[in-house]
């Protein structure tokens, strides 16, 4: 049986820049691998043509070109895919979906069953895992996973080969006689070191990735804490791979792709501390000589394990502060003080470890205040790098609930929605009126002082210069991953390469 996996297509249209690869396709495909189906190709779309914009002051204004796209059926990358079909002539197509781009999801899925009525297309990830009713609307579509997905999609794969039935799949949704079914869920996979390690190996366009590209790892799965913002395909039940499991991947894709900088994509990467410190511990003994990076929370730190990172080879951390607001830091029931968030500021810079802080704007029941105190906070905590998202709502989190009832967002959408509007406005009844509090001439002045005000912060020299000094080892090892950086800043701060 031929398999092909397809990430389908978002930053190519927008021109902003795409790290690293689709890991949990590589993750089925490894687990596929593994099981004997050995025929299995990876299309990830955005690396085909990849962008160098790393400035998203004017994310809106290119998520337009991102719908334009979606409704330009003569796009080249509609093309693209519909000659990736033609060429692995697959009898099965799997692919990722996200909210934000399922749009994409929505087209990638039409275009290719235009010529391939018979071929079974199969979608899995945090949409339709979240919504899988809305996703089988699509005719096109023809089973949704829920859930972790790997033993899940074998299962499938399986059954489709074997011709067999599918009521005794777990995870498994779709379609008889247009009822839509949806068999029991199933549970996580407690162990995952069993899991094979990505295939990225089976990665189409192995000449688009950079190194660095191929350092993205996952040494857990889940988060256990309640942000009202946040949506978890995996809940709250948090899973660890071994330390020794995770070392044999950094040497894996360490031999293979020359990789130096690497990028841990855990959810909250420091929860367990011992764990982390025995981790750190065995790659300086093991003399990995690389350089790495991480999410995590500001309770989750403190001085010896930042120092303890930093030994290893960590030169940036991430971490969402979110607000300056007491009361909207309340209402994310993110489970954190400003204090701690003061004190880990206080650790990374006088530490010298690049960091940067993400914050949001345009919560639900936010005031021009709450705003203003999120760009004071901003600057009294100065990050290396500041980002600045505007609050995207998801189905399924307790913010999106919030916004449903303060008449903001629709409940739910029908198909055609992810092709009319803006990806930053699913789900508003008025992309016009997105808080309650602020009127929309306000909202607008407020948002453009913060992008300003964050693009300027970010755009210092010294900031700059440290990101810089941050990655030297990862220069002094690839230089051509200096170029690269250098033609993006330029880019960035000056608006030519």
Not at 244 to 251: A, G, L
Not at 360 to 384: H, V
Not at 482 to 494: E, G, H, S, T, Y
């Amino acid at each position: 049986m031929k398999i092909l996996l397809i990430d389908p297509p978002f930053k190519r249209f927008t021109g902003f820049v795409n790290f690293y690869f689709p890991i949990g396709l590589t993750y089925l495909a490894g687990y596929l691998r593994a099981r004997g189906y050995t025929d299995i190709c990876i299309f990830d779309s955005d690396a085909v043509e990849k962008g160098m914009d790393i400035d998203f002051s004017d994310e809106y204004r290119r998520l337009e070109f991102y719908r334009e796209g979606l409704n330009n059926s003569s796009h080249k990358v509609w093309q693209e895919i519909k000659n990736v079909v033609k060429k692995i002539n697959p009898d099965v197509v799997g692919m990722t979906a996200m909210t934000t781009k399922f749009g994409s999801v929505l087209k990638t899925a039409e275009v290719i069953k235009k010529d391939n009525p018979d071929l079974i297309i199969i979608v899995g990830g945090p949409h339709p895992t979240l919504l899988p009713e809305q996703t089988l609307k699509a005719k096109q579509i023809d089973f949704v996973i829920r859930g972790e997905g790997e033993e899940t999609f074998y299962e499938l794969i399986k059954t489709i080969d074997e011709k067999k039935e599918y009521r005794e799949i777990k995870g498994l949704s779709y379609r008889v006689n247009e009822k839509i079914i949806h068999n029991s869920s199933r549970e996580f996979i407690n162990k995952l070191d069993e899991i094979p390690l990505p295939a990225r190996d089976l990665l189409m366009n192995q000449d688009k990735y950079i190194s660095e590209d191929m350092g993205v790892i996952m040494t857990s799965r889940g988060c256990p804490f309640n942000c009202t913002y946040c949506c978890h395909m995996w809940q709250r039940k948090v899973r660890n791979r071994s330390v020794d499991n995770v070392i044999e991947e950094i040497r894996l894709v360490k031999q293979n792709y020359g990789t130096r900088q690497f990028e841990f994509k855990d959810d909250s990467f420091t929860l367990n501390r011992e764990r982390i410190i025995d981790l750190c511990e065995k790659m300086v003994l093991e003399k990995l000589k690389i350089n790495w990076g991480c999410s995590t929370r500001v309770d989750l730190l403190d001085e010896e394990l930042i120092l303890k990172m930093k030994k290893a080879g960590c030169n940036i951390i991430k971490l969402g502060i979110e607000t300056g607001s007491e009361r909207i830091l309340k209402e994310t029931k993110k489970g954190v003080t400003f204090s701690q968030m003061r004190k880990a500021a206080g650790w990374l810079n006088k530490h010298n470890i690049f960091w940067s802080g993400y914050f949001m704007g345009g919560l639900p029941s936010e005031t021009y205040e709450d705003i203003i105190k999120t760009y004071k906070f901003m600057k009294e905590l100065n990050p290396y790098y500041a980002g600045l998202g505007m609050y995207n709502p998801f189905p399924g989190t307790e913010l999106f609930n919030q916004g449903v009832k303060l008449g903001l967002l629709h409940s739910e959408v029908d198909l055609s929605h992810f092709f009319r509007v803006n990806a930053k406005n699913y789900f508003f009844v008025n992309s016009e009126k997105r808080v309650a509090n602020i009127d929309k001439e306000t909202f607008d002045k407020v948002v453009s002082f913060m992008i300003k005000e964050f693009n300027n912060h970010n755009k210092q020299l010294k900031n700059i210069l440290r990101r810089g000094w941050a990655r030297k080892k990862v220069y002094l090892g690839d230089f051509s991953l200096f170029v690269q950086d250098l033609r993006k800043a330029v880019k960035w701060v000056f608006g030519s390469v």
